[in-house]
Nanobody, 115 residues
């Protein structure tokens, strides 16, 4: 089992920045890809960004150039730096990790972009 705990969500004005963190614990050996999804009310959960164990990254078109995903393998932590936030970025953000083809989820953290 892998446990994922997110932190760093909150309320921010449009144009502002937030940094999300996700710490993995438990059976962390051989965790492969990690990433972030988000889900806004009435919408399906969607991929925001992912990063492989080797550092290769992938982003949704809607966040390219504004969000940056990074990973500290020594700390078993993945980060999402979010800049130039827009109201449409408002959602619950979920951390995810894949280990031996099993996907694990965190509990989610709310990000609200509003003036």
């Amino acid at each position: 089992q892998v446990q994922l705990v997110e932190s760093g969500g909150g309320l921010v004005q449009p144009g502002g920045s937030l940094r999300l963190s996700c710490a993995a614990s438990g059976s962390i050996f051989r965790i492969n890809a990690m990433g972030w999804y988000r889900q806004a009310p009435g919408n399906q959960r969607e991929l925001v960004a992912s990063i492989s164990s080797g550092g290769s990254t992938n982003y949704a078109d809607s966040v390219k150039g504004r969000f940056t995903i990074s990973r500290d393998n020594a700390k078993n932590t993945v980060y999402l730096q979010m800049n130039s936030l827009k109201p449409e970025d408002t959602a619950v953000y979920y951390c995810t990790a894949i280990r031996f083809k099993i996907r694990y989820w965190g509990q989610g953290t709310q990000v609200t972009v509003s003036s």
